[in-house]
């Protein structure tokens, strides 16, 4: 039988330090939560509340008025996040390694000229042209997933971890017939399975909040990210309620006149970060450990 835990006055001290840290982040969340579900008119009137005076749906009904629309943007962005960032690790940590090998006659040289994009990038103008005149891959699906395979930082981490795991293992496996690709894959991935899932988490989220390249590079409205969806939705709602707001008397009905553009903007929040909160607890085991192992360089 456990003995009950003794609170004394320093412990008391830690348990509220927590309690009202954890408190900071998660108010914020209940708030946004509020006001995405408060009524426009009373929103203006009243301010933010963390519990709204009557719920309303206006501004998830405005956010899913197009919901075949809503549907390919969700699949679409769901997709090219698990695949990519699937693709990702298997060309990131190929990548990392032969670096992490002390045999390798190339691995310092390799390692700087990795280092180097991590310092000069080419830009958006020779990216641009590279991708829709000579990779032909603008307004396709491939502009989410082929340049952003890599990632120089990221491989830099996979390959401080390698390292850290005993070479003596390695040999041990050719000394029984076993090849780099077989040692790579049955005995390299399954330990690194904190870094590989650190890794896949910054990716996930990072494509998961890509917009930039749907409007750089996407024409096809069945292409484009369901962030990028969300905020010209947005947008199209503000330039909507300004122009009936400006327009003569009698020109527009009401109802353009009573967009709920500000609940609009948390109702999108909840939509777009939804599923990461979902999914965040499953790789959050690993986080620590696999962040912390991987951020020696050198």
Not at 43 to 56: T, V
Not at 218 to 226: A, F, G, Q, R
């Amino acid at each position: 039988m456990t003995k009950p835990v003794k609170l004394t006055f320093s412990t008391m001290c830690i348990h509220l330090f927590f309690i009202l840290f954890s408190l900071a982040f998660l108010l914020p969340f209940l708030m946004i939560i509020s006001v995405s579900l408060s009524n426009e008119q009373e929103l203006m009137r009243e301010g933010y509340r963390l519990l709204p005076m009557r719920i309303d749906f206006t501004a998830y009904r405005y956010v899913f008025e197009n919901p075949a629309q809503m549907i390919d943007s969700y699949i679409i962005t769901a997709f090219q996040a698990l695949f990519g960032t699937l693709l990702a690790l298997i060309v990131m940590a190929l990548c990392a390694y032969p670096l992490s090998l002390v045999h390798y006659k190339l691995r310092n040289t390799t390692t700087f000229f990795i280092f180097f994009t991590m310092l000069f990038g080419g830009g958006l103008i020779p990216s641009y042209i590279l991708n829709t005149q000579y990779l032909h891959i603008g307004n396709t699906f491939w502009i989410y997933i082929l340049p952003t395979l890599a990632n120089a930082f990221h491989i830099i981490i996979l390959r401080t971890f390698f390292q850290g795991i005993p070479y003596s293992l390695a040999e041990s496996a050719k000394m029984d017939g076993a090849r780099e690709l077989t040692i790579f894959f049955r005995i390299i991935l399954p330990l690194s399975k904190p870094v590989l899932a650190t890794i896949a988490l910054f990716n996930i989220l990072d494509r998961w909040n890509n917009w930039y390249t749907s409007l750089i590079y996407v024409n096809n409205s069945k292409l484009y990210t369901l962030q990028y969806l969300l905020q010209k939705i947005l947008m199209d709602a503000e330039f909507v309620k300004s122009l009936a707001q400006d327009a003569p008397p009698g020109m527009f009905t009401g109802s353009m006149l009573e967009v709920p553009t500000e609940s609009m903007k948390f109702a999108m929040c909840i939509v777009a970060a939804g599923p990461m909160l979902v999914i965040f607890p499953f790789f959050q085991k690993y986080f620590a450990k696999g962040l912390t192992i991987g951020a020696v360089k050198g």
